[in-house]
C-alpha cells in the first residue's frame, strides 16, 4: 500500500519518495545467508527458432557485434563492451530466455551465491568451467519467483570497440543497459530484489496502493532490471543503450528501408518513467528488444523514489501516445535450468492495461481534469474504433 502523506507531488506531475513505498503481504523469506554483491546485468541468452533469422535481425539490421559463432549458437557484443557477450542466440525448438545473466564483484560472490539460494531451497547449479563460452566459475539458479538468473565474475575479455569509429553504423548500439521482466506479484517481487540488494528508483501504483511495475538498479542508472506485473514469470524486454536519440531515429529509418517497419512494437517516443527516449522491437521470434538512451544518474544514497500514478497518461510517453494492447499483454517465457519452459501464472491484481483501457476517460494528463477534457483520441489509451 502507498503512504501518500510521506511523499510530495512534484511539477511534473508524479510523487518523490526517500524509500521505495512499496509493501508486500506474501515476502519470500530473506535467508540469512548474505546476497550476492551484484554488479550490474551483463547478458542474455535468448533460445530462437531460426538462428540464420536471428542473427541477420540482431547483426544485419541492429549492428551488434559478432565474438564468436558456430552452428547452434551466436554470441553478439555492444560497441562498448570488453567481456565475451551481451547476448547469447541459441539455436532451440521453443522461443524462451534460457537466462538472465548478472556479474558480482568477486569470484567469492559466487559462494554468496549458491549459499543464499540454497537456503531458499532454489535449484542451484555451479559449473567452474562455465555454461557458456567466454564465461568463467559460474552459478545458474531458478529463483523463488520462477526466473533463471547465472551470475558470474570470470570472463574472457575482448577488444572494446569504443574508439572504432570506423565501424561505428548510425544506429550503433553500445551497452547493455536493462532486462524487463513480468510477474504476477509485483511488490512481492520487489522485496526479494531488495533482499538481493538492488534499489528501487521508480514505480507505478494507484490510489488504493496497487503496484502495476517496479523498477530497480544496481549501477547508478534508472534500473538493471524492473518487475512489470503480469502473468509470468516471463521476459518483457531486453534494453540496449545507443549514445543520442537521433541513433534510435536511424534505426527506424533503416528498418523503413529495408522494408521492416513491421519489426516496430511501438515508439519512438520518450517515456515518463526513467526520462528515457525509447524505441520497443520484436525479433524474428517475438522476443521484445528495447533501444533506449538518455535515462539519469541515480547513484547518490539519497537518491528520491519517482512514483507515478497509473491514470497518468504520460507515465508510459511522455508526450501521452497510447502504448499498444501487445505491449501490455505479450512476453516471452522463461526456461528452467533443464530448458523446460516454466508454467506462466496468472496475475490477480488488476492489470495496468485494464485500468488504463477499461472506460472511456479513466486515464487523464493532469490528475484534476475530468473524463470529458481528455480529447477523445487520448481516452483510454488503444481502443477498438481508435484505429485504422
Avoid at 531458499?120 to 555454461?131: A, Y
Avoid at 565474475?153 to 574508439?163: D, F, N
Avoid at 499498444?324 to 519452459?341: I, K
Wanted: with cysteine; hydrophobic share 35%.
Amino acid at each position: 500500500m502507498t503512504d501518500r502523506d510521506q511523499m510530495t507531488r512534484t511539477s511534473s506531475g508524479f510523487f518523490v519518495s526517500q524509500e521505495a513505498p512499496i509493501h508486500t503481504d506474501n515476502p519470500i523469506p530473506t535467508p540469512s545467508s548474505p546476497a550476492p554483491d551484484i554488479l550490474r546485468c551483463a547478458y542474455m541468452e535468448l533460445v530462437v527458432t531460426d538462428l540464420a533469422a536471428s542473427r541477420e535481425f540482431y547483426v544485419d539490421v541492429l549492428d551488434l557485434v559478432v565474438t564468436e559463432e558456430d552452428e547452434n549458437t551466436v554470441y553478439l557484443r555492444s560497441m562498448e563492451e570488453f567481456i565475451h557477450h551481451n547476448l547469447v542466440l541459441r539455436q532451440g525448438p521453443v522461443a524462451a530466455v534460457a537466462v538472465f545473466g548478472f556479474r558480482v564483484r568477486t569470484p567469492e560472490d559466487l559462494d554468496r551465491a549458491v549459499a543464499f539460494y540454497t537456503e531458499l531451497g532454489c535449484d542451484v547449479r555451479r559449473s567452474p568451467e562455465g555454461f557458456t563460452k567466454g564465461i568463467g566459475d559460474s552459478v545458474r539458479v531458478v529463483d523463488p519467483l520462477g526466473f533463471p538468473y547465472e551470475f558470474f565474475y570470470e570472463t574472457e575479455h575482448v577488444e572494446r570497440l569504443a574508439w572504432r569509429y570506423d565501424l561505428y553504423t548510425p544506429g550503433a548500439l553500445v551497452r547493455l543497459d536493462h532486462f524487463n521482466q513480468v510477474t504476477p506479484d509485483v511488490p512481492r517481487a520487489t522485496r526479494f530484489m531488495q533482499d538481493l540488494g538492488f534499489r528501487v528508483t521508480e514505480d507505478i501504483q494507484d490510489e488504493q496502493g496497487t503496484v502495476y511495475a517496479a523498477w530497480m538498479r544496481r549501477k547508478p542508472t534508472v534500473h538493471d532490471t524492473a518487475m512489470t506485473g503480469g502473468d509470468g514469470p516471463r521476459m518483457h524486454h531486453v534494453a540496449f543503450s545507443t549514445h543520442e536519440k537521433h541513433n534510435i531515429l536511424a534505426i527506424c529509418d533503416k528498418l523503413g528501408a529495408l522494408r521492416r517497419s513491421d519489426a516496430i512494437e511501438r515508439g519512438p517516443g520518450r517515456h515518463g518513467v526513467s526520462n528515457a527516449f525509447y524505441l520497443y522491437l520484436r525479433d524474428p521470434d517475438g522476443h521484445r528488444v528495447e533501444i533506449y538512451t538518455q535515462d539519469y544518474y541515480t547513484g547518490d544514497p539519497d537518491n528520491p523514489v519517482v512514483t507515478w500514478d497509473v491514470h497518468d497518461n504520460q507515465r508510459r510517453d511522455w508526450w501521452g501516445n497510447p502504448v499498444v494492447p501487445s505491449w501490455y499483454t505479450e512476453a516471452s517465457l522463461v526456461l528452467d535450468l533443464d530448458g523446460n519452459p516454466q508454467p506462466v501464472v496468472a496475475r490477480t491484481d488488476e492489470s495496468e492495461m485494464a485500468v488504463t483501457i477499461g472506460a472511456d476517460g479513466f486515464s487523464y494528463t493532469r490528475p484534476d481534469d475530468t473524463a470529458d477534457e481528455l480529447p477523445s483520441w487520448k481516452q483510454g489509451e488503444y481502443k477498438l474504433g481508435h484505429q485504422l
